[in-house]
Nanobody, 126 residues
Framework: QLQLVESGGGLVQPGGSLRLSCTAS????????VTWFRQAPGKEREKVSC?????????YVSSVRGRFTGSRDNASRYTAYLQIDNLTSEDTGVYLC??????????????????WGKGTLVTVSS
């Protein structure tokens, strides 16, 4: 069974950092682009970042540019990461990873995603 599992969320103070992980099972992730979405309470799901198989990050929300960085783990073929720095309360939400099973960040709309994780909750609060 193909699965994506997110981890690394939690409660963090404003200005803090988190590194979210997206781990695949049933297939390898190292040659696939991973798109990160988030859903804040009472809001629609929004696309925030995509990291290609080569590790290049594309950020889609102006407020996250310079703070969100995607990365790959050369030692693991199953995990991709999203580093989030200088967290604000606006970053609170469930973060989900997804893939379209291609190498590049091409069509990254939610409808294009073939496989989703269930998400990890990030809460930014003092």
């Amino acid at each position: 069974q193909l699965q994506l599992v997110e981890s690394g969320g939690g409660l963090v103070q404003p200005g803090g950092s988190l590194r979210l992980s997206c781990t695949a099972s049933g297939f390898t992730l190292h040659e696939l682009a991973v798109t990160w979405f988030r859903q804040a309470p009472g809001k629609e799901r929004e696309k925030v970042s995509c990291v290609s198989s080569s590790g290049d990050t594309t950020n889609y929300v102006s407020s996250v540019r310079g703070r969100f960085t995607g990365s790959r783990d050369n030692a693991s073929r199953y995990t991709a990461y999203l580093q989030i720095d200088n967290l604000t309360s606006e970053d609170t939400g469930v973060y989900l990873c997804a893939t379209t099973f291609v190498r590049i960040c091409r069509d990254t709309s939610p409808d294009a995603m073939s496989l989703w994780g269930k998400g990890t909750l990030v809460t930014v609060s003092s």
